[in-house]
């Protein structure tokens, strides 16, 4: 029996072509496809600009030094989120402030926020979670009349939708992720997006080093052209051989996200057999990718999660627990927080079905119906269910 993985990067000829050609340029490192890749990515989530950075986690954290957060500032952050979400407040010396979501989306919103509100507030990470977009409107307007700076994480967001433009227009701040299990994969890498070319100006120079002057730029230049380093800067840059790698990837966006949008109507048509179980789903505001597919069983459901993830396994089948709780984690032990029950009820009951681009229809109908084996009063599946179309 062939293991099903939860997760496989939809990579083909053109990706190493692409990888080839930049190494056979001899420019590797930061350079001409990096700058080709944020145009077409800011172009793509129609934003002002883009910013590519090393990752994700490095573009959240620049967005807070960017935002002026300091030593010893709050910053709202969901702990039903990655541990990176909550990290890069503390690597700015500021104080990560956990709160709860709402059920339906995995979200954060106004009313989760409001009661950890305090003076030394200054900031909100809120995150699109496993892709579903968070209702932008009100939480614009809710941080806007406080004065708190709204940074989206959009690790797993790119193609999803809000009100019918992409996730991270009109954002102050917004970073994505392009790790192997999101749609869009640069190996490792991200991108942070604003609407402020001067914030993104700084941006670049902070993510090399603080240095005013490229070394793409002294290259073309004709001139002796000397740098200077203008504040004390990281060093979180994109290599030109991941930038290629995400050129082809973005030209490849649409059609990924068709795949998994249909391939998720599937799994929601089919365990609608299961009493009780919520699925992933579109918000009523917007569209998402399906980066991730969650389950959130029953209280009534027989097992245990980590016993359907066994049980899972056991078929050949690699599913994944649901979206972590920070606040539980040995780096968080002693943090304190407000009472975290919607968290601590989706991290304990929910898990990831696998979801990828060439997942097959015999494939997919195995893990349905292995979940749905589990509960001895699911009901049989229509033969509609398992004969929509195969192979991508």
Not at 57 to 65: D, N
Not at 102 to 117: F, G, K, R, V, W
Not at 233 to 248: E, P
Not at 350 to 362: E, G, R
């Given at each position: ?193 604003t609407d402020d070319l001067d914030v993104a100006a700084r941006g670049r120079r902070l993510r090399e080093h603080g240095m005013d ?166 009901a049989r599946r229509t033969p509609a269910a398992s004969t929509t179309r195969g192979n991508p």
């Open positions: 029996m062939n293991r099903i993985p939860v997760m496989i990067p939809w990579m083909a000829e053109a990706e190493a072509e692409a990888v080839a050609d930049t190494v056979r340029s001899g420019w590797v490192a930061q350079g001409p496809r990096v700058a080709a890749f944020e145009t077409a990515f800011a172009a793509r989530v129609k934003t002002q600009a883009a910013v590519a950075v090393s990752n994700c986690t490095t573009g959240l954290h620049l967005a807070l030094v960017l935002a002026g957060i300091e030593a010893g500032d709050e910053v709202i952050v969901p702990s039903l989120s990655f541990i990176a979400t909550a990290n890069v407040v503390r690597h700015q010396r500021a104080v990560p402030v956990f709160v709860d979501v709402e059920l339906s989306t995995q979200n954060l919103t106004p009313a989760t926020i409001e009661p950890a509100l305090t003076s030394r507030t200054r900031a909100v990470i809120a995150v699109h979670q496993g892709g579903i977009p968070l209702d932008l409107d009100p939480l614009r307007a809710f941080c806007a009349e406080r004065n708190l700076v709204l940074i989206e994480d959009a690790a797993c967001a790119v193609g999803s939708t809000y009100q019918g433009r992409p996730i991270g227009s009109g954002a102050t701040y917004a970073a994505f992720s392009f790790h192997p299990r999101k749609l869009l994969t640069t190996g490792e890498g991200g991108m942070l997006v002057l490229s070394a793409a730029a002294r290259h073309a230049s004709t001139t002796v052209a000397l740098e200077s380093y203008t504040e004390v800067g990281f060093n979180y840059r994109m290599t030109d051989l991941q930038a290629a790698l995400g050129l082809v990837q973005l030209g490849r966006l649409e059609a990924m996200i068709a795949r998994r949008r249909e391939l998720a109507a599937r799994y929601q048509e089919a365990l609608s057999a299961l009493p009780g179980l919520v699925t992933a789903t579109d918000p009523v505001y917007g569209t998402t990718n399906f980066q991730s597919f969650w389950v959130l069983l029953p209280d009534s459901f027989p097992l245990s999660r980590d016993d359907v993830l066994q049980h899972l396994l056991d078929h050949g089948i690699s599913a994944r627990r649901g979206i972590m709780a920070a606040h539980r984690e040995p780096a968080y032990a002693g943090h304190p927080h407000r009472p975290l029950p919607v968290t601590e009820r989706l991290t304990d009951r929910s898990l990831i079905l696998p979801l990828f681009h060439q997942l097959t229809t015999s494939d997919q109908d195995r893990v349905i119906d292995t979940l749905l084996g589990l509960s001895p009063v699911s």
